[in-house]
Nanobody
Framework: QVQLVESGGGLVQAGGSLRLSCVAS????????MAWYRQAPGNQRELVAE???????QYADSVKGRFIISRDIAKNTMDLQMNSLKPEDTAVYYC??????????????????WGQGTQVTVSP
């Protein structure tokens, strides 16, 4: 199993910056890709940014040029640097990891793990 814990959220003024961190524990060696999602009240949870084991990244159009996702596999951490924050960035931000559960003979299943979320509030 893999457990995830987010931190770094808070209240900031528009135009400011925050850095979110996600720490993985458990069977961290089995993690493939990781991602940041966010969910505002009344909205669907949306993908913000993702990064695979090779370091390739993808971003939602709404955050391109402002957010940077990074990952330190050795330290089992993933960060999201958020710059030029806007009120519409206000949401609960979640860390997600997909990982392999391997069985005898090399067969495996793919599982997802989610953190508890960290609140980001951007005031006008």
């Amino acid at each position: 199993q893999v457990q995830l814990v987010e931190s770094g959220g808070g209240l900031v003024q528009a135009g400011g910056s925050l850095r979110l961190s996600c720490v993985a524990s458990g069977d961290t060696f089995s993690i493939n890709g990781m991602a940041w999602y966010r969910q505002a009240p009344g909205n669907q949870r949306e993908l913000v940014a993702e990064i695979n084991s090779g370091g390739n990244t993808q971003y939602a159009d709404s955050v391109k040029g402002r957010f940077i996702i990074s990952r330190d596999i050795a330290k089992n951490t993933m960060d999201l640097q958020m710059n030029s924050l806007k009120p519409e960035d206000t949401a609960v931000y979640y860390c997600k990891a997909d990982y392999r559960v391997t069985f005898y003979g090399g067969t495996y299943t793919l599982e997802d793990s989610w953190g508890q979320g960290t609140q980001v509030t951007v005031s006008p």
